[in-house]
């Protein structure tokens, strides 16, 4: 088992950056891929980027391609989502997910799942 807690969501204006990060634990000596989805009020949850145990190789959604960064370190069992230029559209709550050898973007190819931390970018 792997347990994954996320932290560093909050409000911020459009135009603005926020840190992600996602605390792993447990059984993390396997080399598991590791993504981010997201799912806003009344939307379906979609992914947003993933990286290979490795780092890489890794894949986003064309709506944060150039904004956002993916990266981990195996080291300390970290992984990070990076999100620069923040529009009203990424308000939404973010999933930190581990699994599989990836980087894949479908949300079954994921085994472990975070709570979530809430993003709200305001205009």
């Known amino acids: 088992q792997v347990q994954l807690v996320e932290s560093g969501g909050g409000l911020v204006q459009a135009g603005g950056s926020l840190r992600l990060s996602c605390a792993a634990s447990g059984r993390t000596s396997r080399g598991y891929a590791m993504a981010w989805f997201r799912q806003a009020p009344g939307k379906e949850r979609e992914f947003v980027a993933s990286i290979r145990w490795s780092g890489g190789v890794t894949k986003y959604a064309d709506s944060v391609k150039g904004r956002f960064t993916i990266s981990r370190d195996n080291a300390k069992n970290m992984g990070y989502l990076q999100m620069n230029s923040l529009k009203p559209e990424d308000t939404a709550v973010y999933y930190c997910?581990?699994?599989?050898?990836?980087?894949?973007?479908?949300?079954?190819?994921?085994?472990?799942w975070g709570q979530g931390t809430q993003v709200t970018v305001s205009s």
């Open positions: 997910a581990a699994g599989g050898l990836g980087p894949s973007i479908a949300a079954d190819s994921y085994s472990y």
